[in-house]
Each structure stands twice: as C-alpha cells, then as structure tokens.
C-alpha cells in the first residue's frame, strides 16, 4: 500500500491550501481515511477523518470550521481543503489509512492507522 501526499507550501495567514493524497494498493473505498499533523517540537496529532464512504466527517477542534476533508473513491484520493490558514497550522501534513476494513472514522487515533504518507509541508507566515 502506497500513499503519496502533496499540495503543500507557503502561504500567508489567512490563505488556502488545498492537500491531496493518493492511495494505491488496496481497496481504498474500504478503509477510513485520516489527516494528521506534525509542527516542529511537538508530537503528530490528528487533524480529520472521513469514513469509508465518506458521508461521515471528524475534526479536531482546533481545525473546525476552517478545515475541510473530503475523498473521491473513484479516483481513490483524499482532499484536504484548507481556509483561513494560520501561522500556528504550519506543520508537515500526514494522510494515513485507517487499519481496520470498514473500520470507523470516529475517535481516529495514531495507534490505529496501518500505513502513513510521507507527508507534505504547509508553512503559514505571519
């Protein structure tokens, strides 16, 4: 299973970014898909999951309103549209699968993704 995330760079607080992942090597409409995050000096931390089918959407409070994820399955990719970016959002970017088949997007955690992207850098200047 491969999964190759881009979309990354520099924009100025309160720009947009739009993130993509694509995945390949397995059913990818079968499996929750998640976003996650790394700024320098802390721990990765979640940003959204959107389920399988993705009818179902999580955020983590810190991104709500401002965030939005989304996937294609046809095109087996995942999006993550982001507005109103600020400096404290730049971070390298992670999309990662979600282990469990048909398993849930809620309460998504590092500990139950199987396979991670290598990941995108999103720097927002002040």
């Known amino acids: 299973v491969q999964l190759q995330a881009f979309g990354g760079g520099l924009v100025q607080a309160g720009g947009s970014l739009r993130l993509s992942c694509a995945a390949s090597g397995r059913t990818f409409s079968n499996y929750a898909m998640g976003w996650f995050r790394q700024a320098p000096g802390k721990e990765r931390e979640f940003v959204a999951a959107?389920?399988?089918?993705?009818?179902?959407?999580y955020y983590a409070d810190s991104v709500k309103g401002r965030f939005t994820i989304s996937r294609d399955n046809a095109k087996n990719t995942m999006y993550l549209q982001m507005n109103s970016l600020k400096p404290e959002d730049t971070a390298v970017y992670y999309c990662a699968s979600e282990a469990r088949r048909w398993g849930p997007a809620q309460a998504m955690t590092l500990n139950g993704m199987d396979y991670w992207g290598k990941g995108t850098l999103v720097t927002v200047s002040s």
């Open positions: 959107v389920s399988w089918s993705g009818s179902s959407t």
